[in-house]
């Protein structure tokens, strides 16, 4: 009896840390987390830190959309989605509002400045193994970078 108790209290445990991870307060604390890191270096969210910050599906897009762009050429998706910018210097967050935060998915309206360019980015949040990650950037240029990336990729190569 006492060891299925042991095995009660840590599945409990479990589950109680992933569902933690997955509230509207961890998701605006992710969120945070993304604008933080501009202002110690320029993140790698494209690269090496994609993992991290994207949702698979999405994450997926981007790394085709970059394979299948020819040497020398700019890929359909040549700036940080994040920020909606190729260059970040300067970024002060101002306001972070999440709705959601139902355990699975969440939005995240972000607004900030860059210099005197005032900006708002809205990111559909998805849990992903206890943890947040973007699943989708909106942008008022951008409704939606899933959809402009893979019509992008329908585009530029129609027999993939």
């Keep these: 009896m006492q060891a299925l108790t042991r095995a009660m209290v840590v599945a409990l445990l479990g589950t109680a840390s992933t569902a933690a991870a997955q509230d509207a307060a961890s998701a605006d604390a992710f969120v945070r987390s993304l604008y933080a890191a ?8 494209l690269g090496r830190q994609a993992g991290a910050v994207f949702a698979r599906p999405l994450l997926r897009l ?16 040549d700036g940080d989605p994040i920020c909606d910018c190729q260059d970040s210097a300067g970024l002060k967050l101002t306001d972070v509002k999440v709705e959601g935060g139902d355990g699975h998915h969440a939005t995240a309206t972000v607004r900030f400045r860059i210099a005197a360019d005032r900006r708002t980015v809205t990111l559909d949040l ?6 947040w990650r973007v699943s989708d950037v909106h942008t008022a240029e951008m409704p939606s970078l899933v959809s402009f990336l893979t019509r992008s990729l329908r585009i530029s190569h129609p027999k993939d």
């Design 126 to 131: 998805a849990a992903v193994q206890g943890h």
């Design 62 to 77: 981007i790394r085709r959309d970059a394979a299948q762009t020819p040497a020398g050429d700019a890929p359909n998706l």
């Design 38 to 45: 501009y202002h110690s270096a320029r993140p790698d969210y």
